[in-house]
């Protein structure tokens, strides 16, 4: 059994008050939990999420991270950073890094490599515009986005990763992918990575995101390959982020 994981991607909002005040009430409901919930702040904000997650089960995590390990990188942020700062997870190749930063399929396999060896546990984000959705291509944009990181790091270093699809068009949109609609996708990134790894395919964790709430997470986590979410938006709701994790663990 996979045990479901919602993790929230904060993206580039919030300060430091907000999130004493969502970090407090998500403190409060987090105990009993039988899923695993995370949330990734902005970089600058990690400590300040951190004291409050030392002290609880909800993970922390990062938006994004350098593939490489040091040096004249402006801006950029290592993975010896975010290991100093208590990071488990890391989400790598966004729709938001790959379409405004430029990120490519090598970019992204690199950055993946560079996690797994620095031990944190990558949350690699795959899934077609709505062209490609329209066009009929999303398995083979999914596929190719998968199959880049297969290829360039291996399978084995997919066995604590997670992936996670997300459907451009649904990102931020109020669109949400039916529940059909991601389990076709899922159960396609599961035999994608069956081929290579049987073992590891049925025991990873493929979350969907793109406006996930509180009234359509049960229907899209009841699917049989969707094991929890990636959520934006509704993760900077306590009350929604926390009737999503109660949702996934149903
Ligand atoms: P959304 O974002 O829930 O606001 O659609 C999801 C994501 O980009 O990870």
Redesign the pocket.
Known sequence: MRTALVAG?W?MNGDSAFINELMSSLTTAAGSSNIDVLVCPPAVYLSQVKEFTQSCSIALGAQNVSEHPNGAFTGEISLAMLNDLGCEYV?LG???RRSLYGETDTVVADKFIAAVDAGLKPIL?VGETLEERESGATIDIVSRQLKAVIDSAGIDKFSDAVV?Y?PVW?????KTATAEQAQEVHAAIRAILAESDSVIAAKIRILY?????AANAAELFANEDVDG???????LKANDFIAICHAAGA
Not at 170 to 174: H, R, V
Not at 229 to 235: K, Q
């Open positions: 991607n993206k989400i966004h729709s938001e984000c996670a997300e649904a990102i931020g949109t109020g995101g793109g406006s996930v709430n979410g990636l959520v934006g938006g509704a993760s």
